[in-house]
């Protein structure tokens, strides 16, 4: 079935390991965004993504890198992890421009100990 | 840079009760969109509305814009216990901040009893 897919959903690691996080979407949209959703804070851009090589940072980027060599694919990589990166990432997807319908992911919890 | 605002944070209501939304926010803006959220699940689109439309409807769904006030209210009329989920507006700024990308309230929680 068509449609955008992360992995792993759960992850457990520990402070300063390497993480990183796949996104895959069928659809061929220009658009990909990676958010964070945390307790009190809602969801935050983290990094964004016009097109293949083309990538921007978001809201709240210190921490993280991404990379976009496929449009179909976008990973998040966490360098050296942190407690304060413990969250669920959700990754999206949009046809149009970056103010159209976005189409999210289940989401990725990560636990960093 | 939070953009949107919903209220209430959390609402109760019981079965076939509407049940009624509001987003607030700061910025003039190119459109609004709201989404829903199941519990462990990721967004699901509800509604887009431009700036220069006032309401929108959607099945069960109206969505209201002022833009003089900067405000937004989503309605679900004739709940049902599947509607249960968290409910967020999203803001796509015509200036400024986010580089134009949608920003995300906070969401209200809306728990239908049946």
């Known amino acids: 079935d068509a449609g955008i897919t992360q992995s792993p959903r759960y992850k457990i690691t520990e402070t300063g390991r390497q993480v990183t996080l796949m996104c895959h979407q069928t659809w061929s949209h220009s658009y990909m965004f990676w958010y964070r959703q945390d307790l009190g804070h809602g969801l935050r851009l983290i990094y964004y993504s016009a097109a293949a090589d083309i990538t921007d940072k978001g809201e709240v980027p210190d921490g993280y890198v991404v990379s976009r060599s496929k449009t179909e694919n976008f990973p998040l990589t966490l360098e050296s992890a942190t407690r304060s990166q413990t969250s669920v990432y959700f990754c999206?997807?949009?046809?149009?421009?970056?103010?159209?319908?976005?189409?999210f992911g289940e989401g990725s919890r990560l636990t960093v100990l | 840079s939070q953009q949107g605002e919903e209220d209430p944070q959390a609402l109760s209501i019981q079965e076939g009760e509407n049940a009624t939304m509001n987003c607030s926010y700061k910025t003039s803006i190119n459109n609004l969109q709201w989404y829903r959220q199941n519990s462990g699940r990721g967004l699901v689109h509800l509604i887009l509305?431009?700036?220069?439309?006032r309401e929108k409807h959607s099945g069960r769904l109206r969505v209201t814009l002022d833009t003089s006030k900067k405000s937004s209210s989503l309605l679900i009329t004739a709940s049902r216990a599947a509607d249960t989920a968290s409910y967020f507006c999203?803001?796509?700024?015509?200036?400024?901040?986010?580089?134009?990308?949608?920003?995300f309230g906070k969401g209200t929680k809306l728990s239908v009893k049946p």
């Open positions: 999206a997807s949009s046809v149009q421009a970056n103010t159209g319908e976005l189409f």
């Open positions: 999203a803001t796509a700024p015509i200036y400024g901040g986010s580089q134009g990308n949608l920003i």
């Open positions: 509305i431009r700036s220069n439309e």
